[in-house]
């Protein structure tokens, strides 16, 4: 697990942050970061760190949906997890390309998530659905999570 968002966290708990507004500030700050690396100038290095730093957020969700304690329904934590398995491809898929359109699809997410997070948890599963299905779901789509092996 990443220190760094183990940090976040401890950080927002002790402010009186609820995970929810820190997981938002969280995706936020991701957009951010990736709306940068898409602009004329931008670094090879600068844009591999701005995906890398997103896909360390979605590897802490990750985990997190895999916990046995994870209060959120079953079935928004199987969206989320689909979803996460979204960016990691997207992600991968624009490195190896260094294309930086292919960001402004995870910062849609990032942004439609954490809008999300600051209303009802129903509103985010709507909206998450929205934004990723297509006529049909994506290849490899998972459909429930185990957290046994």
């Known amino acids: 697990m990443n220190q760094d968002f183990h940090s976040a966290y401890d ?9 929810r507004e820190a997981e938002a ?6 957009a951010n970061i990736l709306e940068a690396a898409r602009q004329p100038g931008c670094s090879r290095q600068e844009f591999g760190d701005a995906i890398r730093h997103n896909q360390r957020l979605w590897t802490f969700f990750q985990v997190s949906l895999c916990e046995p304690e994870n209060p959120l329904p079953h079935d928004l934590k199987v969206l989320l997890f689909n979803l996460s398995c979204y960016v990691d491809k997207v992600s991968f898929r624009a490195i190896s390309e260094r294309n930086p359109d292919l960001l402004r699809g995870l910062i849609n ?9 600051t209303k009802q948890v129903e509103g985010t599963a709507i909206a998450l659905q929205e934004t990723m299905t297509p006529s049909a779901p994506p290849e490899g789509m998972i459909t429930s999570i185990s957290t046994t092996a």
């Open 11 to 19: 950080t927002a708990q002790k402010n009186g942050i609820s995970s």
């Open 25 to 30: 500030r969280g995706l936020l700050s991701c």
């Open 109 to 117: 997410i990032n942004r439609t998530l954490a809008s999300g997070l």
